[in-house]
């Protein structure tokens, strides 16, 4: 890809030189998210990081994804490991609906599949926030020219966040208890850009004292890679989420 | 973009352990207003400023930094049409500085602009008690009750928006088009003048002054409006205001017209008719078609029809034609094929006498 800063070319040298493999660029209009990147696997040459074109510089979104690939080639071959969500995790997520929220006849309907719903977004923040905000840690004290596009991403992230407290279908919003994680990462951008209102909103939704808790589970623990499952471990139990997904042995 | 800009949150999330006890009941004003400056207290602490909306429903908060002023984000909002959003962080401003006349304005033309013309005209009459000077204000409760239908209260506020502001133009063409409607022409023109003198390159102005002057009447005047007639379907051609200038203008020629004949059957024109029928017999409907087609095109750009030296050629048909020769072939074209057609100008007596004419 053109036009990407000499920091993100660095990284990108450090995947191929982790993995022996070097990342693929492909562009997607289709795609809801602005970056996701795919490991190489099955014998696949490369890695394949496919993004949405925006007007938004792709530096620090490359940086991100390919501080998820560097971590994961951090650990042993015998210590990766694959998250592997419970097709069935939507079915925790409906009593959190029901007994959470006064329900009438129009919203039972859509109750199992919005269940799902909620159960896959809350899997991907327990997967992705705990070990992206040791990402973005990593970022903000080795790469500082990328500082300003950090800024810019999480300040986007926050915006998109905090509207979730007011999401709803119909009378279905999302349980309270779910919100943690998204909170935890609202204390952590506060730290990061100085602000300090970040979190604001997650205090008024009577969420901070879990956010609290996940970050405190974020700071004590170490931050090397091989602790990654553990982090998303640990912030699963503090959710009452460990019953809702499983670790894979990592195939190649 | 490092913080966030707004956000909504449903009062059956928020945490009613913030607030004090005695304001923990959703719905009341204790709990609105404790949950106001919860979160301006929490937003000051870090450097910026709250604006809060709390309805029965939801929580609305907007955060900007603690120099601005939170008028200009709201007045962005309204420029670009969020009026239904913009209103409750100027009822939320309101509460905060219930003396602030440019904020009361501004909500009373948002609700006029949402059809609740009663919460308009209350929020702008309060805007012109703290403020009189304020023409603005006063052309909005004018403007209200207009649109609620109630023209007989909508004058005096147009007039005290004048009184408060003589040179704004707006003012002025609002008291005039209300002149207009309540047959006040002299007095409309004198607005209309002044108006113009402020706006000169406005096209509803002028057509306003145009209208104004022919409802006075008298030659010198007609032919005025005449001339503001044809610079609006010059400078505006294709909009709405265009278009009422050219069907006062094709008004004009009519009365012109029959005027040249002192009222009665113009001889001239019924033979252009008759003509006209016998061509199209000639060449049928396609061609007739066609030549009415083209007539009604190049009267869109203007025909002269007083004009009997002004000479126009046709592609469809040959030779050279005065204005009002082509508007009888167009006549007749369009009444051979469709007799109830609405052409614009009357020329019936004209076609009906051709017709009879020819029958014999």
């Known amino acids: ?252 | 973009m490092s913080s966030i800009t707004s956000f909504n949150l449903p009062i059956s999330r928020f945490d009613l352990n913030l607030l004090p006890a005695s304001a923990r009941k959703i719905g009341s004003d204790a709990f609105k207003l404790a949950v106001t400056m919860h979160f301006a207290a929490q937003y000051a602490a870090k450097g910026q400023q709250a604006l809060v909306s709390v309805d029965d429903e939801e929580i609305q908060v907007l955060t900007l930094p603690a120099d601005s002023d939170p008028l200009d984000f709201v007045m962005t909002m309204l420029q670009n049409g969020r009026i239904k959003e913009a209103v409750p962080y100027l009822e939320s401003m309101v509460k905060s500085d219930p003396s602030n006349a440019q904020v009361l304005y501004n909500l009373g033309i948002a609700y006029s602009e949402m059809g609740q013309f009663d919460e308009a005209v209350i929020r702008l009459k309060r805007a012109v008690q703290l403020n009189p000077r304020h023409a603005h204000a006063w052309t909005g409760i004018g403007v209200a009750y207009q649109r609620m239908g109630k023209r007989e209260l909508a004058l005096e506020p147009m007039e005290k928006a004048v009184e408060a502001d003589p040179e704004d133009g707006y003012g002025r063409r609002n008291l005039g088009a209300m002149l207009m409607g309540l047959r006040r022409y002299d007095e409309a023109l004198a607005h209309f003048r002044e108006a113009r003198r402020a706006l000169p390159h406005d096209a509803q102005t002028i057509y306003g002054l145009a209208a104004a002057l022919d409802a006075v009447g008298g030659d010198d005047k007609s032919d005025e409006a005449d001339e503001l007639h044809q610079i609006v379907i010059r400078r505006w051609p294709g909009s709405e205001v265009a278009e009422l200038a050219r069907s006062a203008r094709t008004k004009r020629a009519h009365i012109s017209m029959r005027a040249k004949v002192g009222g009665g059957l113009r001889p001239d024109v019924m033979m252009y008719i008759a003509s006209a029928l016998d061509t199209f017999e000639t060449v049928g409907p396609a061609k007739t078609q066609q030549i009415a087609f083209e007539i009604a095109m190049k009267g869109q750009q203007g025909l002269d029809i007083n004009d009997p030296d002004q000479k126009y050629t046709l592609n469809s048909l040959p030779g050279k034609y005065s204005g009002m020769h082509l508007v009888s072939i167009m006549y007749a074209g369009m009444k051979a094929m469709d007799p109830d057609i609405e052409t614009g100008i009357d020329l019936e007596a004209e076609y009906g006498a051709a017709m009879a004419m020819r029958r014999k």
Not at chain 1, 101 to 124: M, N, R, S, V
Not at chain 1, 204 to 210: F, R
Request: aromatic share 10%.
């Open chain 1, 1 to 252: 890809m053109k036009n990407l800063r000499a920091a993100t070319k660095g990284i990108l040298k450090r995947v191929e030189q982790k993995t022996g493999k070097s990342i693929e660029f492909v562009r997607d209009d289709q795609m809801s998210l602005l970056a996701t990147l795919q490991i190489a696997r099955n014998g696949a040459d490369f890695h394949v990081l496919r993004y949405r074109p925006s007007n938004e510089p792709m530096d620090y979104l490359v940086a991100f994804q390919a501080g998820f690939v560097l971590r994961l080639f951090e650990n042993e071959p015998s210590q990766r490991f694959d998250f592997a969500p419970s097709p069935t995790a939507g079915q925790y997520v409906e009593p959190l609906l029901t007994t959470t929220q006064f329900l009438g006849p129009a919203d039972t309907q859509p109750l199992c599949e919005f269940a799902k719903f909620i159960a896959q977004w809350a899997l991907l923040n327990l997967r992705s926030l705990p070990i992206g905000m040791r990402i973005d840690s990593w970022i903000a004290i080795e790469y500082p020219e990328l500082k300003d596009l950090q800024l810019t991403s999480i300040g986007l992230q926050q915006q998109q966040n905090v509207d979730l407290l007011s999401y709803k279908l119909g009378k279905l919003t999302i349980p309270t208890p779910l919100m943690g994680s998204i909170g935890a990462y609202a204390l952590f951008a506060d730290r990061m850009t100085d602000a300090g209102t970040f979190a604001i909103p997650y205090e008024a939704a009577g969420v901070l004292s879990q956010a609290e808790e996940l970050l405190d589970i974020w700071d004590e623990l170490p931050v090397d890679a091989d602790h990654d499952c553990l982090l998303v471990d640990s912030w699963a139990a503090k959710l009452g989420m460990s019953s809702w997904y499983t670790w894979i042995p990592y195939r190649p």
